[in-house]
């Protein structure tokens, strides 16, 4: 630790003063408009083609191993914790050499940087904080159980808990603040995964109080229901309802404070539960912003700027359904996590195709860490292949892509794990996107031919997006796609010209045009993505 970087307390008065902001460029932040988002980095629409590390490589040598695995999937952007813990060891004295360090190997490695603040929760857990927090009980108080012994989370209602870690968190935000001018971080995450398992909210007195009490206006307003106390407006969901609110506030406090310092785009990221089944508050990590709890986060929350799903589930109906839920007119789509085992790269495409600003597999570094069975058990070519071929053809097109899919309808599709083909009508044009079939004719036709090896692997997928009545930008991988008149439009439709390019700039440049074998039996997108646009058309 270097004393340099060492600040004393007396200094970190000056931590909430009024900013002068002086930014080089503009700050990073989200727009929306009709309801489609983007992240917008050094003025204009961005993607974020990201990697997490892993959790213990927050240190400047750990961090090193990260560069050569994001370098070999065409990241353009890390995501790295910043623990309490290691900013603030002992109270009131500061440690920003790793921020420095993250900095400065950002740059050199030419990366952005999603900064992920582990404070009071991790996992929901206190392990982040410094040994300080978690040794002094009394001042930083663990949520009580029904029985009234301690569970191993902090309450969100301490008002002790949140001054020291808004006080760290804004010390960090301070920093970012007068060192990062070029915003080589473009987002902040306050906390990581919080909430609590296996004890729905505190049961302290305090929070009995409260429990008590009625529910605040703005949710209720909200949620358009009838007021009262919890129990009367949630009834069996009340605990939940009331953690999840009260979670939500603190970290408002935080975003909101650090915001005033820094406006960067500030997020949640969701421990997510089976989407498809009503959540058992014993189970799911209550107060987290799951998918079904968006609206109170939102109400309670009005400074952060989405919720995120992580994503560690390998069912394919199960992912589509959460990106469905965070993708919505209130709430850009951003996957901060998802598994890195090859399978999970395929979901690139329909995130993609939901306007996701960003994409994110976990444990993208060298040091020799896998998450298994969450991820993947070791990086093989084929695993770290499936995700640079994505990320090397939306490099490629890095900005166009944000731009458009700001501005124009996208769809995409993986392919589902029944193999299944996927559909979707885009004005009068109906999409197909089928999988594990050979680049010539149909499989009909050779019976006695072998299957591509990825036939039955869980590879494939795509990404379009309309650029006008009948022109439609497209990639993906290990599929074959076809338009057809979508049913009840006008008659005589057809493919009139599939254009392989890519872009200068914004524009658009054919490199060849699709015919013959290329086109006859669809449009065969292999292990190698390229960018097509296909016009459509009608004949009279
Ligand atoms: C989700 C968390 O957000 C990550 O920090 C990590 O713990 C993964 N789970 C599991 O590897």
């Known amino acids: 630790?270097?004393?340099?970087?060492?600040?004393?307390?007396?200094?970190?008065?000056?931590?909430?003063?009024?900013?002068?902001?002086?930014?080089?460029?503009?700050?990073?932040?989200?727009?929306?408009?009709?309801?489609?988002?983007?992240?917008?980095?050094?003025?204009?629409?961005?993607?974020?083609?990201?990697?997490?590390?892993?959790?213990?490589?927050?240190?400047?040598?750990?961090?090193?191993?990260?560069w050569p695995v994001l370098d070999r999937i065409g990241a353009n952007t890390v995501e790295v914790p910043v623990a309490w813990q290691q900013l603030e060891p002992r109270e009131g004295q500061f440690d920003f050499s790793f921020v420095q360090a993250?900095?400065?190997?950002?740059?050199?490695?030419?990366?952005?940087?999603?900064?992920?603040?582990?404070?009071?929760?991790?996992?929901?857990?206190?392990?982040?904080?410094?040994?300080?927090?978690?040794?002094?009980?009394?001042?930083?108080?663990?949520?009580?159980?029904?029985?009234?012994?301690?569970?191993?989370?902090l309450t969100p209602h301490s008002a002790e808990t949140l001054r020291a870690d808004k006080r760290a968190f804004l010390a960090l935000m301070t920093y970012v603040r007068d060192h990062d001018?070029?915003?080589?971080?473009?987002?902040?995450?306050?906390?990581?995964?919080?909430?609590?398992?296996?004890?729905?909210?505190?049961?302290?007195?305090?929070?009995?109080?409260?429990?008590?009490?009625?529910?605040?206006?703005?949710?209720?307003r909200r949620l358009g229901g009838r007021s009262g106390t919890w129990s009367q407006v949630f009834g069996n969901k009340a605990d939940r309802a009331f953690n999840t609110w009260f979670t939500a506030r603190y970290i408002e406090e935080l975003a909101a404070a650090g915001k005033a310092i820094k406006p960067l785009p500030m997020y949640v990221n969701a421990a997510l539960a089976d989407p498809f089944k009503e959540p058992d508050p014993q189970s799911v990590a209550s107060g987290g912003p799951q998918g079904d709890v968006l609206d109170i986060w939102k109400a309670a929350a009005p400074s952060l700027d989405f919720a995120a799903p992580d994503i560690y589930d390998r069912k394919s109906r199960n992912v589509l359904k959460h990106l469905d839920l965070y993708?919505?007119?209130?709430?850009?789509?951003?996957?901060?996590?998802?598994?890195?085992?090859?399978?999970y790269a395929r979901y690139f495409w329909p995130a993609l195709g939901r306007g996701a600003i960003g994409f994110?597999?976990?444990?993208?570094?060298?040091?020799?860490?896998?998450?298994?069975?969450?991820?993947?058990?070791?990086?093989?070519?084929?695993t770290l292949d499936a995700y640079a071929a994505k990320y090397r053809v939306l490099s490629e097109a890095m900005r166009p892509w944000a731009k458009i899919a700001f501005e124009h309808p996208t769809w995409g599709a993986a392919k589902p794990d029944d193999g299944a083909a996927q559909e979707m009508t885009m004005g009068s044009w109906q999409i197909t996107a089928s999988f594990g079939q050979w680049q010539f004719g149909q499989r009909e036709w050779f019976p006695d031919a072998d299957l591509p090896a990825w036939a039955s692997e869980p590879v494939g997928g795509i990404a379009v997006a309309q650029l006008s009545a009948d022109t439609f930008l497209l990639t993906g991988d290990h599929a074959r796609v076809s338009f057809a008149p979508a049913a009840g439009s006008p008659p005589n439709g057809m493919v009139l010209r599939i254009e392989e390019g890519h872009f200068a700039k914004d524009d658009w440049v054919t490199d060849r045009v699709w015919n013959g074998d290329q086109t006859d039996y669809g449009?065969?997108?292999?292990?190698?993505?390229?960018?097509?646009?296909?016009t459509m058309g009608r004949y009279r």
Not at 193 to 215: C, I, M, W
Not at 327 to 343: F, H, K
Request: glycine share 6%; net charge neutral; no cysteine.
């Open 1 to 66: 630790m270097r004393s340099s970087a060492i600040l004393l307390a007396s200094a970190m008065l000056s931590v909430t003063a009024a900013p002068a902001l002086a930014q080089e460029g503009e700050v990073p932040h989200i727009e929306t408009r009709q309801g489609r988002h983007a992240l917008i980095v050094d003025g204009a629409p961005f993607l974020m083609l990201a990697g997490q590390v892993n959790n213990s490589s927050n240190y400047p040598k750990p961090l090193q191993t990260a």
């Open 102 to 153: 993250l900095l400065d190997q950002a740059r050199s490695h030419d990366k952005r940087v999603v900064l992920l603040w582990f404070g009071a929760w991790k996992n929901t857990g206190l392990a982040y904080t410094p040994d300080w927090v978690k040794v002094d009980n009394r001042r930083f108080p663990r949520m009580k159980k029904p029985d009234g012994s301690d569970h191993d989370v």
């Open 181 to 220: 001018p070029q915003n080589t971080i473009v987002m902040v995450q306050p906390e990581n995964e919080v909430g609590s398992y296996r004890n729905p909210r505190d049961y302290g007195a305090a929070a009995q109080k409260l429990f008590a009490g009625a529910v605040p206006q703005a949710l209720t």
């Open 327 to 343: 993708t919505r007119p209130d709430n850009a789509l951003m996957v901060p996590e998802i598994g890195n085992a090859r399978e």
């Open 360 to 382: 994110s597999p976990f444990g993208m570094d060298g040091s020799d860490y896998f998450n298994f069975p969450l991820g993947a058990k070791s990086f093989d070519e084929a």
């Open 523 to 534: 449009i065969n997108l292999t292990a190698r993505p390229v960018w097509l646009k296909v």
